[in-house]
């Protein structure tokens, strides 16, 4: 098992940046392909981006991409969501997410049933 807790959210004016952590539990971290996903209010949790084992691949939404960078220390056993350029519609509470099944697509990656452990959330509010 892994338990995963998120740092980072805040409150940031439009076009500004921020960086959230989440921290994993357990000496296997780099057994697991990490997830980042979203969820504003009314609306269902979406998949921001995700990134392999190693770190050498990442995937991103098409809302996201371009903007959002997500890496990983395996040693800290930590992932990372750089989140730039932020537009009031980024608002919403970010969730990490990891998984040890075989995953080697982006489809696979985006799907929410593929996560077996997810985090508590951070909130992000990006104001205009």
């Known amino acids: 098992q892994v338990q995963l807790v998120e740092s980072g959210g805040g409150l940031v004016q439009a076009g500004g940046s921020l960086r959230l952590s989440c921290a994993a539990s357990g000496r296997t971290f780099s057994r697991y392909v990490m997830g980042w996903f979203r969820q504003a209010p009314g609306k269902e949790r979406e998949f921001v981006g995700g990134i392999t084992r190693s770190g050498g691949n990442t995937y991103y939404s098409d809302s996201v991409k371009g903007r959002f960078t997500i890496s990983r220390d395996n040693a800290k056993n930590t992932v990372y969501l750089q989140m730039n350029s932020l537009k009031p519609e980024d608002t919403a509470v970010y969730y990490c997410?990891?998984?040890?099944?075989?995953?080697?697509?982006?489809?696979?990656?985006?799907?929410?049933?593929?996560?077996?452990?997810w985090g508590q959330g951070t909130q992000v509010t990006v104001s205009s």
């Open positions: 997410a990891a998984t040890d099944r075989f995953i080697i697509t982006a489809q696979a990656m985006g799907a929410m049933g593929n996560y077996d452990y």
